[in-house]
């Protein structure tokens, strides 16, 4: 019964969108495992995001890309992003995703994170995504949608 339900849910594509995750995650699947390239893509587009980093403010990007916290920081973030990316589909978990954006927006609000540096830094991750992972409209839908979703969430966080 509980199949049905979810089935039903997911056809009309309440919430979650089972529709669209599927092509968030296989955008997602063929880039997760490049965490030091995409945080480098990041801070090299906004390196005002890099300064809001306490161990990499002020330092030359391109000598710490090959450091150990450098990755160590960058797989936290990709690993979170994993985490979120890999419930998406399944309208039973919708108010644990909420509860995981809620607690990363309130961290980062309390490290001085605007919406404006969320944008950018959101910004900077989809644009690696899309030049590096298959791409097409489908998918630009799918990121936008659930995108612009989870930014609102957010963004009463941040504000």
């Known amino acids: 019964m509980k199949f049905l339900v979810i089935l039903t849910l997911c056809v009309a594509g309440v919430l979650t969108h089972c529709d669209k995750a599927p092509y968030i995650k296989a955008a997602w699947n063929q880039i997760k495992h490049n965490e030091v390239d995409i945080l480098y893509s990041v801070f090299k587009t ?7 980093f306490p161990q990499f403010a002020g330092k030359d990007l ?41 607690k990363m927006a309130k961290d980062h609000k309390a ?5 404006e ?13 899309k030049t590096h992972a298959a791409w097409d409209e489908k998918t630009e839908d799918a990121w936008k949608v659930i995108g612009d979703e989870q930014r609102a969430l957010i963004y009463t966080v941040l504000e």
């Open 62 to 102: 391109e000598t710490v890309k090959d450091t150990a916290p450098f990755a160590v920081h960058a797989t936290r973030i990709v690993s979170f992003m994993s985490e979120i990316i890999n419930l998406l589909g399944d309208p039973t978990v919708q108010s644990t995703i909420d509860a995981l954006l809620v």
């Open 111 to 115: 490290r001085g994170v605007t919406k």
């Open 117 to 129: 540096l969320f944008d950018k830094f959101n910004n900077g991750m989809n644009n690696y995504i």
């Open 46 to 52: 906004y390196p005002e995001i890099q300064d809001k």
